[in-house]
């Protein structure tokens, strides 16, 4: 996983200087829950760092230490087949802390929104729905150890709509992030697309 420095308008990238940064976040199984032949995973971008732990300046990126952290903007993230699902939605999500017992229901009512399947660039045929959960995950995984995440979702399409509840065990980890990037070729590509096609490494 990687930092990402993103520099508008000219893409010009002006200097670096690489940081030892480790990056504390959620890992699941390899492979995702199967809802109506879909494969479907939850992935976290940590949003929080530790006081003090690095420093962005006049589009310089240095300072010793770095420590991604907790809370996490989050989603949930279908991959399907094109022509069978075409549309995606996440209807409940309920979490629970292993070390520290939070157990938590996300509010319903800002839920039931459709998410897309739209083709993935370079896997014809594979086509992905991302489902952004709003507001911020506030978990820090050495603090609250392991997650449950269940997650009640549906995946419509030309056979019809498929729905269950999905449960994930995500561990707790901490991970390398030294490498300091700026931006990513797949976004300098994509300058001008819908955000929704972008990739972005920051995403676990």
């Known amino acids: 996983m990687k930092w990402l420095l993103l520099i508008a308008p000219t893409l010009t990238l002006v200097s670096c200087i690489g940081l030892k940064a480790t ?3 959620y890992a699941g199984p390899a ?4 809802l ?7 992935a976290f971008r940590p949003e929080g760092s530790r006081p003090g732990s690095f420093m962005v300046s ?3 990126v240095g300072g010793g230490m770095a420590t991604l952290d907790g809370p996490f903007k989050w989603r949930v993230e279908a991959l399907g087949e094109a022509g069978r699902h075409e549309s995606f939605t996440v209807h409940r999500i309920r979490t629970r802390t292993l070390k520290t017992g939070r157990d938590e229901w996300f509010p319903a009512g800002e839920l039931g929104a459709v998410a897309e399947f739209r083709p993935l660039k370079d896997k014809p045929g594979v086509v992905r729905a991302r489902y952004p959960i709003p507001g911020l995950l506030k978990v820090k995984p050495e603090e609250d150890g392991g997650l449950e995440v269940w997650v ?7 056979g019809g709509r498929a729905r269950k509840m999905l449960r994930f065990r995500m561990q707790a980890t901490e ?5 300091v990037v700026f931006l990513p070729v797949e976004i ?3 300058i001008g697309t819908d955000p929704a096609d972008w990739e972005d490494p920051m995403w676990d």
């Open 23 to 25: 990056k504390h976040t």
């Open 31 to 34: 492979r995702g829950s199967e």
């Open 36 to 42: 109506g032949g879909a494969e479907v995973r939850v």
């Open 58 to 60: 006049a589009m310089v």
């Open 152 to 158: 009640d979702a549906s995946v419509a399409g030309p």
């Open 175 to 179: 991970e390398d992030a030294s490498e």
């Open 188 to 190: 300098a590509e994509s």
